[in-house]
């Protein structure tokens, strides 16, 4: 393990396989840091909108107005563009950074993520390519359904996924959007599933739920407002388990 510093700052290096590595770095002080430049560098963008549309309708007003009125230059006339200039320039740089810091943070969530994966199964699993999944549709081995607006009921989501599993169609994944699910012919099991929603999900959130025996089988990519499904795999007879025993648990 290499590590590096620079105030607060750290930049560590394993030289092990990744099947090897069992501890990961937490990502989540990345994250929170790169919100507070986001949300700066939001508020640098609603201020430069709200100036541009105030002249846009200033100028709308008195250009369309019935009294006749007439502009005149300013001596400075050099330095009003070059500002002008400027100002667009700050909005357009403001705009990239706010698109690029909003794509590393859901980088950096999804890395969390797989690296926790990673690290329940103890070993890496290979997800099947585009290929393989074409070729494993037409044989049937592989059957994809779709549910659209399940995030208004959720527990009907719950339900039709627990049937689908005592019928030996076992989840593989979930789509990026969250509706699109893909199921492999398998065994009969008892799955648990629970679909959760929480404002603001950090790190924590994960671990405890996965310390808890369960997997996360989708996660939304809001980094704001986040929809989980959760899995959790049990034998018959045993009671089905419930990721929360209390209602007032939920957020």
């Known amino acids: 393990m290499k590590v590096l510093q ?24 990345i994250v929170k840091h790169n919100k507070t430049i986001l949300y700066i560098f939001a508020s640098v963008i609603i201020y430069l909108t709200i100036i541009a549309i105030f002249n846009l309708i200033l100028g709308s007003v008195i250009f369309f107005q019935d009294v006749p009125g007439h502009f005149v230059e300013s001596p400075l ?41 990673l690290q329940e199964r103890g070993q890496v699993e290979r997800r099947l390519s585009k290929d393989e999944e074409k070729r494993l549709r037409r044989s049937g081995q592989l059957i994809v359904k779709r549910r659209f607006g399940w995030m208004y009921a959720p527990d009907k989501l719950e339900k039709w996924l627990e ?40 790190e924590g959130y994960f671990d405890i739920h996965r310390d808890a025996g369960w997997k996360s089988a989708f996660i939304s990519t809001s980094s704001i407002q986040k929809w989980t499904l959760w899995s959790r795999e049990y034998s018959l007879g045993d009671e089905q388990p419930q990721i929360y025993s209390d209602k007032s648990e939920i957020n």
């Open 77 to 117: 006339w050099i330095l009003t563009y070059f500002l002008i200039g400027i100002g667009i320039a700050l909005w357009v740089l403001t705009l990239y950074s706010v698109i690029k810091i909003n794509k590393t943070n859901k980088k950096l969530i999804g890395e969390n993520i797989q690296r926790k994966e």
């Open 163 to 202: 049937a689908m599993e005592e019928h030996g169609l076992n989840l593989y994944r979930v789509g990026k959007t969250g509706t699109v699910f893909y199921f492999t012919m398998g065994s009969p099991r008892k799955v648990s599933y629970c679909a959760d929603y929480q404002n603001i999900a950090d």
């Open 6 to 29: 620079s105030g607060n700052w750290h930049v560590t290096a394993n030289e092990q396989p990744l099947d090897q590595i069992k501890t990961f770095p937490v990502r989540e002080g």
